[in-house]
């Protein structure tokens, strides 16, 4: 009895093997490609909105930062004016200038607002603030 696939001459013959459908292999195959393609396209867009939001995290952060420059140039410059020198030298050291008489108007009661001004918590990043801002006065009930 002869084998399969031989034949009396000593010829291979080659034996068939099942032939699967090649429509589902395409789909299965295109479906694995879209899939790909659309979760890198998703995870494209959402890191580009990241960085639009980052960029304008950014710019908001940036103008801020101008501002804040620019408060603290015009403050430096007021603290290296002539005005500033004599505002501390009559206010802090009782200066005066010659010819000018200084007249020193003492209170039994400290002033209400100065209390409430050294009771305020001034937050760490603007301490500087506080040295310039001066509390609105109010007058007191007699």
Known sequence: MPRAGLTWGGNLRLSRLPQLPLTPIIICVAALAITYLGF???RYA???YQLHRDEVQLRTDIAQ???DHERLTSVRDYLRSD???EDVARRTLGLVRPGETLVVVSS???PAAATATSAAIVPAS???KSLFVQPALTPTPR
């Open 126 to 128: 603007e301490w500087w």
């Open 65 to 67: 930062l101008d501002t």
């Open 46 to 48: 959402f890191h580009n």
């Open 40 to 42: 890198s396209t998703t």
């Open 108 to 110: 039994s009661a400290p």
């Open 83 to 85: 005005e500033y020198i």
